[in-house]
């Protein structure tokens, strides 16, 4: 998964990409216009921001953001008042969690907000032969480890979390590679063909599925 920090403090940015960092990478902005700017280039799975952010504050970021998208989001901030959270949530807020946080509790959170934005949320993928451990970022076949690069671990985990629909090209580079990377998009077909290799050696090949000039889509049920 794909986490955007919109933080200006350093120690509470790192303090929240540690309560993420189990579940998946994260990227951090430190004002509200790098965070708008990173947010509506890329594909996130959840935006987590300060409301008291430079440039542009926490409120202005969740209502522009909202003009443009619907990725989860959930307000980290030191204003307490029932008015404020009140506010956040009304703006567009998934949760508004209060500093200073329980880390434990923050990660709660954020699963909570994945679970109901995500039907296909989970620690554990299971499917036939073929388990994915997201939290330990691995990939088995017959209890054999699959070993995968960064970039094809990112590309599977995504396939799968958005399994059974149809992943665009475009949509694939941009959440992997992101649209101002100066790799160019045939890279995803690369990517795609050797893991295809890759998971052929197991038999497994087929979970994966091109959709001609379209893009690409994780089939729970493959041909047999």
């Keep these: 998964m794909k986490f955007l920090i919109v933080e200006d403090n350093i120690g509470w940015s790192n303090?929240?990409?540690?309560c993420v960092a189990s579940l998946g990478e994260s990227e951090c902005a430190f004002?509200?216009?790098?965070?708008?700017?990173?947010?509506?280039?890329?594909?996130y799975d959840l935006i987590i921001f300060d409301m008291i952010l430079p440039?542009?504050?926490?409120?202005?970021?969740l209502v522009k953001l909202r003009q443009k998208s619907v990725c989860p989001a959930i307000a980290v901030s030191s204003l307490d008042s029932k008015s404020k959270i009140v506010e956040g949530l009304n703006l567009g807020a998934d949760d508004y969690v209060v500093k200073p946080f329980d880390q434990e509790e923050l990660r709660a959170r954020i699963v909570a907000v994945l679970r109901?934005?995500?039907?296909?949320?989970?620690d554990i993928y299971t499917c036939d032969d073929v388990v994915m451990d997201f939290r330990n970022k691995m990939l088995s076949v017959r209890?054999?480890?699959?070993?995968?690069?960064?970039?094809?671990y990112e590309i599977v985990e995504f396939l799968i979390r958005n399994r059974n629909i149809i992943i665009s090209k475009e949509q694939l580079f941009n959440r992997i590679w992101g649209n101002d990377s100066d790799t160019i998009m045939t890279v995803t077909e690369v990517y795609i063909?050797?893991?295809?290799?890759?998971?052929?050696?197991?038999g497994v090949k087929d979970y994966i599925k091109t959709v001609k000039n379209i893009g690409y889509m994780w089939y729970d049920k493959p041909d047999r």
């Design 15 to 18: 303090r929240i990409k540690e």
């Design 31 to 43: 004002d509200g216009e790098e965070g708008l700017y990173m947010a509506e280039s890329n594909i």
């Design 55 to 61: 440039k542009l504050n926490g409120s202005e970021f």
């Design 116 to 122: 109901r934005y995500n039907n296909n949320f989970s």
């Design 143 to 152: 209890g054999e480890y699959v070993k995968l690069s960064g970039k094809a």
């Design 193 to 202: 063909s050797s893991l295809r290799k890759k998971l052929d050696k197991f």
